[in-house]
């Protein structure tokens, strides 16, 4: 079985300060995980994947993820968060014999100007 | 047009009558799914379908049911429907191969009073 833990549900930052969202997964066999974002009032859209190879990965919109599997987390950070970037964050965790990810509770990132 | 398309985008009912949600997608995706996402909570898994022939449960079905009338649409069902089923609901399609991610349409926001 797997499980995803989002550590905090709400984040606020002022805009241009950096930001990280954490995300602790915990899985008994290889995982591939992605952060997703949700814009008011839209379905999630991928943001990044981490499915083997480097442990830094970027996504879109000037985010990127390390996955550190010694500490089974894959947080999510951006050095420096723009307005627009107000959204709720999932972070999935999928592997083993299930084709199926496994969503967090979600983190609700909240820029103030 | 969307990928992913979900009809109708809001609807409000009362308790007791039979709702349907229905999906769509032009991604030539063969699986597809329904989730249900309430706040706090993240996104739930109701039903699955990896191919026409094939429906699963999720974590969540009770209450619930679907059809896959063809690779392209997976409608979703409450035959019943009661005030604790209020919630946004999201269809999402991904391909076949392993570790791939999913793709959403935009939801439906479903009030049952």
């Known amino acids: 079985a797997q499980s995803v833990t989002q550590l905090d549900s709400q984040v606020p930052v002022f805009e241009e300060a950096p930001v990280e969202l954490r995300c602790n997964y915990s899985s008994s066999v290889s995982v591939y995980l992605f952060w997703y974002v949700q814009y008011p009032n839209q379905g999630l859209q991928l943001l990044l994947k981490?499915?083997?190879?480097?442990?830094l990965v970027k996504g879109i919109n000037g985010f990127e993820a390390e996955f550190n599997k010694s500490q089974t987390s894959f947080h999510l950070r951006k050095p420096s968060v723009h307005i627009s970037d107000t959204a709720e964050y999932f972070c999935a965790v999928g592997g083993g014999g299930s084709y199926i990810p496994t969503f967090g509770r979600g983190t609700s990132l909240i820029v103030h100007p | 047009d969307a990928d992913v398309t979900q009809t109708p985008r809001n609807r409000i009912t009362k308790t007791g009558k039979r709702i349907m949600l229905e999906c769509s997608q032009t991604?030539?995706?063969?699986?597809m799914y329904w989730y249900r996402q309430d706040p706090g909570l993240g996104l739930r898994l109701i039903y699955y379908s990896f191919d026409v022939k094939d429906i699963n449960k999720g974590e969540i079905s009770d209450g619930y049911s679907v059809s896959r009338q063809a690779q392209a649409k997976f409608s979703l069902s409450l035959e019943s429907a009661i005030p604790n089923q209020t919630a946004l609901y999201f269809c999402a399609t991904s391909d076949r191969t392993r570790n791939q991610p999913q793709h959403f349409g935009d939801g439906t926001r479903l009030s049952i009073l």
């Open positions: 991604k030539g995706h063969d699986r």
């Open positions: 981490y499915l083997s190879g480097s442990t």
